[in-house]
Nanobody, 122 residues
Framework: QVQLAESGGGLVQAGESLRLSCTASGFSLEHWSIGWFRQAPGKDREAVACISGSDDTTFYADSVKGRFTISRSGKNTTYLQMDSLKPEDTAVYYC????????????????WGQGTQVTVYS
C-alpha cells in the first residue's frame, strides 16, 4: 500500500526556519514527482514546491522563491526546507506524488498524507 507521511511542522516565530519531511512507505520515491502543497483555513490547496521525477527539476511558487528549498534524500524521503518564515506561510502542508514529470498543481498529485501544521506568528 502506497503511503506518504508528512512531519516536521510546528509553531515558530517569523524569520525562523522549519524543515518538513515527506516519507514514503510501500514504494520508492525515485522517478516520482513529489510536490509540497499547503492549505490555509478557508482557502484552496495551493502549490508550494515540486521536484520532477524525471530529472529533479524544481518548481517554486512565487511566494516562496528564495526562501524554501525542496530536495530528495535517498529513495524514500523528500524535504522542504523553509527559511525566513512569514505569518502568511501558516497552513497545513501536504506532500503528494505523481508519476514521472507533472505540472505542480494539486490535481496532478495523489497519495496525500495527513498533513503537518505550520504556524508562524509575528
Amino acid at each position: 500500500q502506497v503511503q506518504l507521511a508528512e512531519s516536521g511542522g510546528g509553531l515558530v516565530q517569523a524569520g525562523e526556519s522549519l524543515r518538513l519531511s515527506c516519507t514514503a512507505s510501500g514504494f520508492s520515491l525515485e522517478h516520482w514527482s513529489i510536490g509540497w502543497f499547503r492549505q490555509a483555513p478557508g482557502k484552496d490547496r495551493e502549490a508550494v514546491a515540486c521536484i520532477s521525477g524525471s530529472d529533479d527539476t524544481t518548481f517554486y511558487a512565487d511566494s516562496v522563491k528564495g526562501r524554501f528549498t525542496i530536495s530528495r534524500s535517498g529513495k524514500n524521503t523528500t524535504y522542504l526546507q523553509m527559511d525566513s518564515l512569514k505569518p502568511e506561510d501558516t497552513a497545513v502542508y501536504y506532500c503528494g506524488n505523481a508519476i514521472g514529470q507533472a505540472s505542480c498543481v494539486p490535481s496532478n498529485f495523489g497519495d496525500w498524507g495527513q498533513g503537518t501544521q505550520v504556524t508562524v506568528y509575528s
